[in-house]
């Protein structure tokens, strides 16, 4: 019998109409075969991280269910990325959408290809708003803090939350 694991998610977007890419991105994911959406946050807007010269974004965070390995998630979120037209950009550049990989219960993992858990989450508000709306008790396998400890330390300065979740 195959294991199931629950992992995190986030979804950005900030081209185009961001809200029904973000709701096409949970469709897509949550059609494949190996992987079931378990529930999704609010969705959050936020300045651009990094590269700061571009439209706000619009942000969630999604849990989902599968049995697929840590890299054949990731292949398949990149091709749910290509599928909704992301193109490759500048880094931090804007995207139609963007799916990382955040948490993966307590599963570290480092390869040229994957770091989980995501190496910048603990310092992103737009990351850690929506996982402490639906995992507040989720831990950081690394730093043995929980996800409401971790976004009490950063400064969510500009962030917005929307009111309905995408999936619930």
């Not at 079931?36 to 990094?50: A, C």
């Not at 590269?51 to 599968?66: A, H």
């Amino acid at each position: 019998m195959e294991s199931v694991s629950s992992v995190l998610l986030c979804l950005g977007s900030n081209l185009g109409d961001r809200l029904t890419m973000l709701k096409r991105a949970i469709q897509l994911l949550g059609g494949h075969a190996s992987v079931r959406v378990v529930r999704s946050s609010s969705v959050y807007e936020s300045e651009p991280w990094g590269l700061t010269d571009q439209p706000k974004y619009f942000n969630i965070v999604v849990e989902i269910e599968t049995v697929l390995t840590p890299l054949e998630l990731l292949k398949t979120v990149k091709d749910v990325e290509q599928q909704l037209g992301r193109q490759p950009s500048e880094k931090w550049g804007p995207r139609s959408i963007d799916i990382d990989l955040i948490l993966w219960g307590s599963h570290c993992m480092r390869t040229p290809e994957l770091t989980i858990p995501h190496q910048l989450f603990r310092d992103r508000a737009f990351v850690l708003a929506p996982l402490a709306e639906i995992a507040p008790a989720a831990v950081d396998p690394e730093s043995g803090m929980t996800v409401t400890a971790l976004a009490g330390r950063v400064d969510a300065g500009g962030l917005v939350q929307i009111a309905d979740p995408l999936f619930s």
